[in-house]
């Protein structure tokens, strides 16, 4: 078989992998917990449309999305978060994965430079290779994005379309960027009239301190495309993301969406249109969040007593994950081994390298899935596990 070039040397999503693996106890998961899934609401809005409004939900739509369901997004986001202006558009499309799909495509041709955080998000990761980019990793620090190494890069390295940033609880370090930070990368990206593509499917999942602002609250030149989602806060299989940024180019993604699917899933675009106007979505965010609080404190809690000095770890004020690094000389991938002896999965952090490099010390740990029992266990079996390979 005569597989393209981009493709053939394209490795699985090592993340969707791991779950197709057996585990006793799983902190290898991006997702949100199914307790949280507001299915009786659901339910009844369903058996509604498809009672009474089937013939438009299971008919063709426009590519742009849902007319409801933008104009309720599109509200929501400027009237809360103060996220989008007179000069933006929206589109809703399959997830946040296609938004950053789609905008690799507009944005980008074969051997252009995207400029990514290192480590950073293995689906956007991908995303941009098998688009034949250029990836430039710039490290990640407890504050964000190196922005020394980002200026340095802007200045040096050429052909720089995109940066790619997750400044609200990174996937997947969780730590989160400070908004003078955020200041200074909207001013480098304007200064070298680079585009920002700011992914944020996790910033309303905040347990602990205050809300940092958007970068695309910052936006007064055209040069930040606001990713959002609704998997994180309703339901990830729904698949029903946004994009927000300049008429222009939300022009041109739509025409790249209509070569993909044509149109986001028109009955779930109207389902969760009718969650959003209908039930109350603030407070069904609000219980996710205490949800989750309990379940990330209790995993440093556990860490706290079980990990001591052996390792160092994240200490994030909301999303989903903390990230996890050996000492020097050791290896995320053989720890996880390790632990997989033991049925408990992690994702090393080589799945998250720009470079793919299998040197990473580093690992994920995801809270949002397994039970307090399965967290206070997994955590113990971790400790265990280090303790084999250390020696």
């Known amino acids: 078989m005569r597989i393209s070039d981009r493709m053939n040397n394209m490795k699985p ?71 989008g202006s007179d000069q933006d558009d929206i589109i809703i499309t399959s997830g946040g994965q296609q938004g950053i799909d789609l905008a690799i495509k507009c944005l980008t041709n074969e051997g252009d430079a995207v400029i990514c955080e290192n480590p950073s998000f293995i689906g956007a990761l991908n995303d941009f290779r098998s688009n034949a980019t250029r990836l430039i990793g710039i490290p ?56 920002i593509v700011e992914d944020d499917p996790y910033s309303e999942l905040r347990y602990s301190g205050e809300r940092v602002p958007a970068i695309k609250t910052l936006d007064e030149t055209d040069h930040v495309l606001y990713v959002g989602s609704y998997s994180k806060v309703i339901a990830p299989g729904i698949r029903v993301g946004y994009a927000i940024g300049p008429r222009e180019l939300l022009a041109k993604m739509t025409v790249a969406k209509q070569c993909q699917d044509v149109h986001t899933n028109l009955f779930f675009m109207i389902l969760v ?93 995801n809270f949002s899935v397994p039970s307090l029992e399965q967290i206070d266990k997994g955590i113990t079996l971790l400790s265990e596990s280090i303790d084999d390979y250390l020696k």
């Open 13 to 83: 999503s090592a993340v969707r992998e791991i779950l197709k693996a057996s585990a006793d106890i799983s902190f290898s998961a991006g997702n949100p917990s199914a307790e949280t899934f507001p299915a009786g609401e659901l339910a009844a809005l369903a058996r509604d449309i498809f009672q009474n409004d089937y013939a438009e939900a299971l008919q063709y739509g426009i590519s742009e999305g849902y007319g409801p369901l933008r104009e309720l997004t599109q509200a929501r986001m400027r009237d809360k978060y103060g996220i």
């Open 140 to 195: 990640v620090t407890g504050e964000g994005m190196d922005l020394d190494r980002l200026e340095q890069a802007l200045k040096t390295e050429k052909n720089i379309k995109m940066i790619y940033t997750i400044p609200t609880f990174q996937n997947p370090t969780g730590v989160t960027m400070p908004l003078e930070r955020r200041k200074r990368l909207y001013e480098l990206a304007v200064r070298h009239d680079v585009m």
């Open 273 to 365: 249109a009718r969650y959003v106007e209908q039930c109350a979505f603030d407070e069904h965010i609000a219980e996710c969040c205490r949800l989750y609080r309990v379940k990330r404190d209790r995993m440093l809690a556990v860490l706290d007593e079980k990990l001591d000095s052996r390792m160092t770890y994240t200490r994030p004020d909301g999303g989903l994950f903390i990230w996890g690094e050996l000492p020097e000389g050791y290896s995320g991938t053989e720890l996880c081994t390790y632990t997989a002896a033991r049925s408990v999965a992690m994702v090393p952090g080589t799945a998250f390298d720009v470079t793919e490099s299998p040197l990473s010390r580093g690992f994920r740990l």
